[in-house]
């Protein structure tokens, strides 16, 4: 099944500019090769408060996202540190 791939609007404007490039090409690289094929294979499930969604791990880095249908919707990309904490204000 092929997923179509859709990013929170704050993906882009305040979580990757604060990345560094290579690690930028590393999170790009496991979204393109682990995710997008088989979502539910790599990306472990959340608990709790973030139940439902899943998160794929690239180092120290981790990316926050939901399945829905074919549909992947990527909500955070941050530093494992913080990225539970801020996830919360982007959730529907």
């Given at each position: 099944?092929p997923?179509r791939?859709?990013?929170?609007?704050?993906?882009?404007?305040?979580?990757?500019?604060?990345?560094p490039?290579?690690?930028k090409?590393r999170?790009?690289?496991?979204?393109?090769?682990?995710?997008?094929?088989?979502?539910?294979?790599?990306g472990?499930?959340?608990?709790?408060?973030?139940?439902g969604?899943?998160k794929?791990?690239?180092?120290?880095y981790?990316v926050i996202y939901k399945i829905?249908?074919?549909?992947i919707?990527?909500?955070?990309?941050?530093?494992?540190?913080?990225?539970?904490?801020?996830?919360?204000?982007?959730?529907?």
């Amino acid at each position: 099944m092929p997923y179509r791939l859709h990013y929170h609007p704050d993906v882009k404007k305040k979580d990757l500019p604060g990345i560094p490039a290579n690690i930028k090409e590393r999170i790009r690289k496991a979204i393109e090769e682990r995710l997008l094929p088989d979502p539910g294979k790599y990306g472990e499930p959340l608990r709790r408060g973030l139940h439902g969604y899943r998160k794929l791990r690239v180092g120290d880095y981790r990316v926050i996202y939901k399945i829905r249908d074919e549909n992947i919707l990527i909500l955070k990309i941050g530093h494992r540190k913080e990225v539970y904490r801020q996830v919360d204000v982007r959730i529907e």
